[in-house]
């Protein structure tokens, strides 16, 4: 979330899309809620009518996979009607920067941006570059007059996405997206301001990254980034899971963000230099320009004494990728599948449910020699070898299955959607031989240490010169047991060695005060830089608990703390005029007070004086190294501007916006070079049934933690499949009854539960059904409850994240017994 | 009179089913062995073992869908029919504290049941089948006297749930009335002078599975005994609770 979820109650309009906030995160009903006390109004777009579009004003239903058309809409009708925040727009986004002159659209080219290169399914982005003046600065146009400047592409682009079209791509009746959006952009002025939660309803396509861009892009339209109630926020499915992303449980990722080096990069210097930006620009503040303090804080956090200048701070022991190489779940369980694993662990998740295409995980597992499931419940994936349709005396895999404590038996952080990294206790000792995970971790850690001293390997540096100290050693230099602060103090960082800044000296073994301190000289440390203030000489920020807030807005200072350096809102210098006046008056979230010449309320963006100082001044969108928000965004994989593409398993001949049926630049596993279970069947009469997968409140993910508590079976004791009663009808299938559910991949038992919460769609004159059903159950337990409705799920991912497309795949739905 | 009162905002309500929930885990029920039969209300019906119960309800109405979700359980009526129906048979078998919660004891295994769920209008009561016992919500009077506030009301994380002293909680909710009203015209609160836990619906009856019996089937008013309330015999500290508490917002607890 760049706003936290207590803001939500700030907004006037809440957009719920691509989440399904009241069933998967209920507490944020509780900010809603008191929006909604307060006049705001909920909008709810899902194809479904869901426990969320119960408390709507107004509900719109959508085709899975067809976000793009919607959102696109919404842009033309913001440029259509004027009704775009226009001094926002030119002071704080590229809106009035000019494109290279050749640079092509869509609209040019049949649905491709320049450059592809059809054979690599890749972009050449040269042209999508900005115009240079002599200085090295991007040519403006303020007026957004000129054809190249960003406004005037994107209005030329977004032409073509008219109500007609849209309605036709998308299924939602016309009258439902005009009301859309003429809601939502009725706060694209000052005083106003809209959120939108999103969640895996969004990102689980193959267009998911531009799903997310096409809202950013309204978000800036409409000056809702930086401001109280606004913002882009994603609501992230588990409690620590913005925690575990920050610190890279991605494989393109080292903590705080930074970039997973590859072969090619073998200096320091090198790597360095690729991931730091530059400018020429005095008034970017340009924030990664500070890249190397940060990656050698990291090094030194890693590797401690170890790590010199004259070794490059031990960059070198620094596991690397090929260069172009993919290392995502759904390459990862590939290259399982392919045999060429022999150990993998399976560390507080359940892939053979949560995965898309389950039979090809199950299969998976199967080649592999080992597998370590640690987890707190037995689970599909410990349990694997005799699941439906193995036969365990076929299968090598030996199974090692540790049992974890729970959250609650341990201490440590969380850090929640909103940012807030928040310090919990331990409530209890975990029962048996279950332990934290930290400890296993340590056990490893020794043990594998061991055998590199022992019997030496490939890379032994990487393992023999990190460091692990984390609580007093005893004989032998190992550690008892973790002391989980000591963790939580590596990743903030220490000073290693007597140094001044700006006047002050800061002792050699104290905590660094903030990542404003970090050098890239190793005299310090920092696990993180973004967590770098989250546990300083002042004590353990995250565990504060004041519930003081003096800002009226609910940003709660002194509660916990969030990251970057307890800023609550982020972006947050957009939430001023040029003189650092609020534009909401009502909900300040920073000012600029004239006479102590500093900014008052949350902690800003930056401490510069507001933009009328001019070069004392920067620019408001401070991580970007033009200082200003990417309404045109030429970082992505598939174009600088979202275009609609379908789903790449769709119901469709044709794709109605452009001649591209399908994401040009998505990763194709063929089912020709690995497994006829990498299949897709779009337009296909077998499999004509659009289908979704989703969460619901009475089990958690893939059920591992709820399916063993008799209250949640209770509630929920069996795998459903959600239609509509025209598709129930066509198919002689009443309410009540068990069907098939079934894909090119595999099948479910599942209820039927027809309702009216499901309509079929119109699209392009034809009738389009939809479907849709959780995906929590498992053959585990219970043992009536049904399985995965991943085993219908795709291999396919996005463009930019490969996230797999779990939320628009093509089904056919048969009574039991026909 | 009872000292304290609930009020259910229905339009609030999102059917989470956190109360149905903490309800099991304070009053130790266990879990029934269900089965989906093409809804998500589960268990299908309040029962011994279930206190409280989401009931879901589709509406379809001129292309447009309403879900209505419902939290039925004992609204403690300040003169309860239950009561006074049991009272001519068995005294002693269903009781009153003196906070208002109404309270069935084992004693109801003397009762018929038939006649006791007939008495309540809003067709609360259930019996086990081989105990005979009847059972039903308690107002977690357990709780209350302990300075605690119910069980379902302290997990209800959207706000639905208030809990506090009967005037202050009247006041509440006339004042949240005015507000939804404004949204929701039809919007109105259920037998508000009769109950301790007061609902307020933002949409017809009709459009709720809910069972509210005919005004004429209760027994006449003045038929009623009245009660005297034995005074001081609070727990110390009890006056904590005075104020207005939701789920969601435990501090003052």
Redesign the interface.
């Known amino acids: 979330m760049t706003n936290h979820w207590i803001d939500i109650r700030n907004a006037d309009v809440i957009l719920v899309m691509g989440s399904n906030a009241?069933?998967n995160h209920?507490?944020s009903?509780?900010w809603v809620?008191?929006a909604i006390?307060g006049g705001a109004t909920l909008l709810s777009v899902d194809p479904r009518?869901t426990?969320?579009?119960?408390?709507a004003?107004v509900?719109a239903p959508i085709r899975s996979g067809t976000d793009i058309a919607f959102l696109g809409g919404m842009i033309k009708y913001i440029i259509d009607n004027k009704r775009y925040f226009e001094e926002y727009v030119r002071l704080y986004t590229n809106a009035s920067f000019l494109v290279n002159q050749k640079f092509k659209m869509p609209v040019e080219l049949d649905g491709l941006f320049s450059g592809y290169d059809a054979k690599n399914r890749k972009y050449d982005k040269s042209t999508w570059a900005f115009q240079m003046d002599g200085n090295g600065l991007i040519k403006k146009d303020p007026t957004l007059q000129d054809p190249n400047c960003v406004f005037q592409l994107l209005k030329k682009h977004y032409s073509r996405y008219t109500p007609d079209l849209v309605s036709t791509i998308t299924g939602t009746p016309k009258d439902k997206l005009q009301k859309i959006y003429e809601v939502y952009s009725s706060t694209g002025k000052p005083g106003k301001a809209a959120t939108i939660m999103y969640a895996m309803g969004w990102t689980q396509h193959t267009v998911g990254t531009q799903n997310i861009r096409t809202m950013a892009i309204i978000q800036l339209l409409l000056g809702n980034m930086g401001v109280a109630g606004g913002g882009v926020n994603a609501l992230r499915g588990e409690s620590n899971v913005q925690g575990s992303t920050d610190h890279c449980l991605l494989f393109h990722i080292l903590p705080g963000y930074l970039r997973t080096p590859s072969a090619s990069l073998s200096t320091l210097k090198e790597y360095n230099d690729k991931f730091t930006p530059k400018t020429k620009d005095p008034m970017s503040a340009n924030w990664w320009g500070n890249y190397p303090k940060y990656s050698v804080s990291l090094l030194k956090s890693f590797f401690g004494e170890n790590a010199t200048k004259a070794n490059d701070f031990g960059y070198a022991w620094l596991p690397k990728l090929d260069d172009g190489q993919n290392a995502s779940w759904l390459v990862l369980f590939d290259e399982m599948y392919k045999g060429n694993f022999s150990g993998f662990f399976a560390w507080g998740q359940n892939p053979t449910c949560s995965g898309a295409n389950a039979n090809k995980v199950r299969l998976g597992l199967a080649k592999l020699d080992w597998l370590v499931n640690v987890n707190i419940f037995p689970n599909e994936t410990a349990e694997f070898w005799h699941g439906p349709g193995m036969k365990p005396q076929n299968i090598k895999t030996e199974v090692f299955l540790l049992p974890a404590a729970v959250s609650f038996e341990k201490e440590g952080s969380l850090t929640n959607s909103g940012r807030w990294a928040q310090w919990r206790y331990k409530g209890g000792n975990p029962p048996g031989e279950a332990w934290p995970d930290a400890e296993i971790m340590t056990e490893l850690y020794y043990r594998v240490k061991a055998l590199y001293k022992k019997e030496g390997g490939a890379y032994p540096d990487t393992v023999l010169k990190t460091t692990w100290d984390y609580g007093p050693k005893g004989p032998g230099g190992k550690i008892k047991h973790v002391d989980i602060h000591m963790v939580a103090k590596e990743i903030n960082g220490y000073f290693l060695e007597d140094k001044t800044i700006r006047g002050t000296l800061y002792k050699k073994g104290s905590l660094v005060p903030s990542f404003a301190f970090l050098q890239d000289d190793g005299s310090t440390s920092s696990g993180n830089w973004l967590y770098c203030q989250s546990y300083t000489e002042k004590g353990n920020m995250m565990a504060r608990r004041s519930?003081k807030d003096e800002s009226g807005i609910g940003l709660y200072l002194e509660w916990a703390w969030a990251w970057p350096v307890n800023r609550r809102i982020i972006y947050n210098r957009a939430s001023v005029d040029k003189n650092g006046n609020p534009w909401d008056k009502e909900h300040p979230v920073i000012q600029w007070d004239q006479g102590t010449k500093k900014w008052k309320g949350d902690v800003p963006d930056g401490g510069w004086p507001p933009l009328s100082a001019g070069e004392q001044s920067r620019y408001a969108f401070i991580m970007k190294p033009e200082g200003h928000a990417h309404i045109f965004g030429p970082g992505l994989a598939d174009g600088p501007f979202p275009e609609h593409y379908e789903p790449y398993e769709c119901p469709i001949e044709k794709n109605l916006m452009n001649a591209q049926k399908f994401n040009p630049t998505i990763k194709i596993f063929s089912p020709e070079t690995t497994t006829p279970l990498d299949v897709v069947f779009s337009c296909d009469p077998r499999f004509p049934i659009v289908a979704t997968t989703y969460r619901m409140?009475?089990h958690w993910q893939t059920g591992v933690m709820t399916r063993w508590?008799?209250?949640?079976?209770?509630?929920?004791?069996?795998l459903?499949v959600e239609m509509s009663k025209e598709l129930a009808s066509l198919r002689g299938i009443k309410?009540?009854?068990k069907v098939f559910v079934q894909s090119a991949r595999g099948q479910v038992e599942a209820?039927?539960?027809?309702?009216?919460?499901f309509k079929p769609f119109n699209i392009a004159g034809q009738t389009i059904h939809q479907i849709g059903l959780p995906w929590c159950f498992g053959w585990v337990t219970p043992s009536?409850g049904g399985d995965s409705a991943n085993l219908l799920t795709p291999s396919i991912g996005d463009a930019n994240t490969m996230i797999p497309e779990s939320k628009a795949f093509m089904v056919n739905v048969v009574r039991k017994g026909v | 009179m009872g000292k304290y009162a609930a009020l259910v905002d229905v339009s609030?309500c999102?059917?989470?089913?956190?109360c149905?929930?903490a309800c099991?885990?304070w009053n130790e029920l266990?879990?029934?062995?269900?089965?989906?039969?093409?809804?998500?209300q589960?268990?299908p019906d309040l029962s011994v073992t279930t206190f409280t119960l989401v009931r879901f309800k589709?509406i379809?109405d001129k292309g447009e869908?309403?879900?209505?979700?419902f939290k039925d359980q004992c609204r403690h009526c300040l003169e309860p029919p239950c009561k006074e129906a049991a009272d001519t048979a068995v005294k002693g078998a269903i009781t009153q504290d003196e906070n208002g919660c109404v309270l069935f004891t084992e004693k109801t295994r003397l009762l018929n049941i038939k006649e006791i769920r007939e008495a309540c209008p809003y067709d609360i009561p259930r019996q086990d089948p081989n105990t005979k016992i009847m059972d039903k919500c308690t107002f977690c009077a357990d709780r209350i006297a302990n300075n605690m506030i119910p069980a379902c009301i302290k997990t209800c994380?959207?706000?639905a749930l208030t809990f506090g002293l009967r005037d202050k909680i009247l006041e509440m909710a006339n004042k949240r009335l005015a507000?939804v009203k404004e949204?929701f015209p039809l919007t109105r609160l259920v037998d508000k002078e009769e109950v301790s836990w007061i609902y307020l619906l933002h949409r017809p009856e009709a459009e709720f599975q809910m069972t509210v019996r005919a005004k004429t089937t209760r027994p006449v008013t003045v038929a009623r005994r009245t009660f005297l309330k034995p005074l001081g015999t609070l727990v110390a500290g009890t006056a904590l609770l005075g104020s207005v508490t939701s789920g969601?917002d435990s501090?003052r607890e």
């Open positions: 009241a069933e209920p507490i009903f509780k809620n008191k006390d009518f426990r969320t579009s119960a408390k004003h509900y519930r409140v009475e508590q008799p209250w949640l079976v209770e509630t929920q004791p069996q459903w309410n009540g009854e209820v039927a539960m027809v309702t009216d919460r009536d | 609030k999102t059917a989470c089913r956190g149905q929930i099991k885990q266990p879990g029934e062995k269900t089965v989906n039969v093409g809804t998500y589960n268990p589709e379809s869908v309403r879900w209505n979700f994380p959207t706000g507000e949204r969601s501090s």
